[in-house]
Nanobody, 121 residues
Framework: QVQLVESGGGLVQPGGSLRLSCAAS????????LKWVRQSPGKGLEWVSF????????RYVDAVKGRFTSSADNAENTLYLQMNSLKPEDTAVYYC??????????????RGQGTQVTVSS
């Protein structure tokens, strides 16, 4: 049974940082693309980043390149999203998700319940 549980969201000022965590269980990291997606108020689900669970390669949407870093700790079964230089437009509910076949894009096989990130002064 796949479980994904996010934590680490909160309220942060513009320019600040947050690290999101996603406790994962019930699947093998190597078999999936490990993704972060987000949903802002009034908008659809937006892909943020992925890690190729087999190769470890990463890719990011242009809006977060150079500011966000995703990583995976296989020993701890945890995914991370380090977010630096946060902007108000990063405000969203952030979800970790996994997909066997879709790397970029918002399609997924399983998704967590989400954690709210609010960037505001």
């Amino acid at each position: 049974q796949v479980q994904l549980v996010e934590s680490g969201g909160g309220l942060v000022q513009p320019g600040g940082s947050l690290r999101l965590s996603c406790a994962a269980s019930g699947f093998n990291f190597r078999d999936y693309f490990l993704k972060w997606v987000r949903q802002s108020p009034g908008k659809g689900l937006e892909w943020v980043s992925f890690i190729n669970g087999e190769s470890g390669s990463t890719r990011y949407v242009d809006a977060v390149k150079g500011r966000f870093t995703s990583s995976a700790d296989n020993a701890e079964n945890t995914l991370y999203l380090q977010m630096n230089s946060l902007k108000p437009e990063d405000t969203a509910v952030y979800y970790c998700a996994i997909s066997r076949y879709y790397a970029s894009g918002s399609l997924y096989d399983y998704r967590g319940q989400g954690t709210q990130v609010t960037v505001s002064s």
